[in-house]
């Protein structure tokens, strides 16, 4: 077991050094706790990707009925895995549309679903952010207590017994830090894939107003 904290940890200091320039590159001088490549978008504005009808005020106005089948509807579009759905989101969208009695109930109900899947995603994606946010201050604080042992094992006696002991913590600090950078790539990628979600939604919707 002593090899093995031999053979991690010349490259701690390293893995430890690094992690602060890899927030600082996620973050954009946005959020410094921020980990991730990809850019921070906090919530997504229907203006980027709507150009539908207002889905303000009355434009999305329905009664009880209706907002229950839009809400209901969008429980299962946001449920659904879009490579595994059959049929596809595109195709459950058009028979929706086809269902409404006329082309202002359509309108009504398809720019009343874009709103509440908005809604739903920018929550969703609040969530997700926060998680990552609160993992990556887990992260930071493993990288600054093995900033710490380092320090401090420059000041005792090689071989001693409390150099002994700031070895294996170290080794096992390192392991679950390498870990956590691990899941923190996978995590990285949620509000994205949120993003592109909607934006399919929103295409399918788009399509089928009149």
């Not at 109930?105 to 929550?123: D, G, I, Y």
């Not at 000041?155 to 001693?160: I, N």
Request: charged share 25%; hydrophobic share 45%; net charge negative.
């Amino acid at each position: 077991m002593r090899h093995a904290y031999r053979t991690l940890l010349p490259a701690l200091a390293l893995i430890v050094a690094l992690v602060d320039h890899a927030g600082a590159v996620g973050a954009a001088d946005v959020d410094p706790l921020w980990p991730c490549p990809q850019l921070l978008v906090p919530s997504i504005s229907a203006a980027s990707i709507w150009d539908g009808p207002p889905i303000d005020g009355e434009a999305v106005a329905l009664d009880g009925p209706h907002a229950q089948a839009v809400a209901t509807f969008a429980t299962e579009l946001l449920a659904a895995a879009p490579a595994a759905a059959t049929p596809s989101p595109e195709d459950r969208i058009a028979r929706f549309a086809a269902e409404q009695p006329d082309d202002a109930t359509r309108n009504r109900m398809l720019t009343a679903l874009f709103a509440t899947l908005l809604e739903r995603t920018n929550a969703d994606r609040h969530t997700v952010i926060e998680g990552i946010r609160k993992q990556a201050a887990g992260v930071n604080a493993l990288a600054e207590r093995m900033n710490a042992l380092l320090a401090k094992r420059g000041t005792v006696e090689p071989g001693s017994p409390e150099d002994s002991e700031i070895e294996k913590e170290l080794y096992w600090l390192q392991r679950l830090f390498t870990e956590r950078r691990r899941a923190q790539t996978y995590l990285c990628e949620a509000p994205v894939q949120r993003e592109q979600r909607l934006g399919t939604l929103t295409r399918a919707i788009l399509a089928e107003l009149r």
